[in-house]
């Protein structure tokens, strides 16, 4: 873990804030759209790096799950490297054209449910 890691308390992937669509949320993780990239993300609830493996296949899973409700199947690519927060476990289920896409397409917003239709800033 870096040295310069923040604790829980100043984490922002443990302050877990709703404001994008929410695809999945269980004991081990949640799946949202990430407010940087406008992919979906799965977060490990735990603070830290070092998830066991059975968590890590969990999580993958899940996020699968979204990418392909998202993307379609076989559309995208679990990315896990963790670039901007690197002392917590965390992946992104990215498609081909993320990086244009972030640009220009609307961001979702949290339906006030896990799951469901997902639903973009600027529609009922
Ligand atoms: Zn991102
Ligand atoms: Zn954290």
Do not use: N
């Not at 940087?36 to 699968?64: F, N, Q, R, S, Y």
């Not at 917590?88 to 469901?116: L, M, T």
Request: aromatic content about 10%; glycine content about 8%; charged content about 25%.
């Amino acid at each position: 873990m870096p040295e310069h890691a923040p604790g829980p308390d100043d984490c922002e992937l443990c302050e877990a804030a709703r404001f994008t669509h929410w695809y999945h949320e269980d004991d081990v993780c949640w799946v949202a759209d990430c407010e940087a990239c406008d992919c979906p993300m799965v977060v490990w609830k735990d603070h830290g790096t070092d998830a066991p493996e059975a968590a890590v296949a969990h999580m993958i899973e899940v996020l699968e799950a979204a990418g392909t409700e998202r993307f379609g199947a076989g559309r995208f690519a679990i990315d896990r490297v963790m670039r901007q927060i690197p002392w917590h476990f965390h992946a992104h289920a990215r498609d081909r054209g993320w990086q244009q896409r972030r640009w220009s397409s609307q961001p979702s917003r949290y339906s006030g449910s896990v799951g469901g239709p997902r639903l973009v800033i600027g529609t009922p």
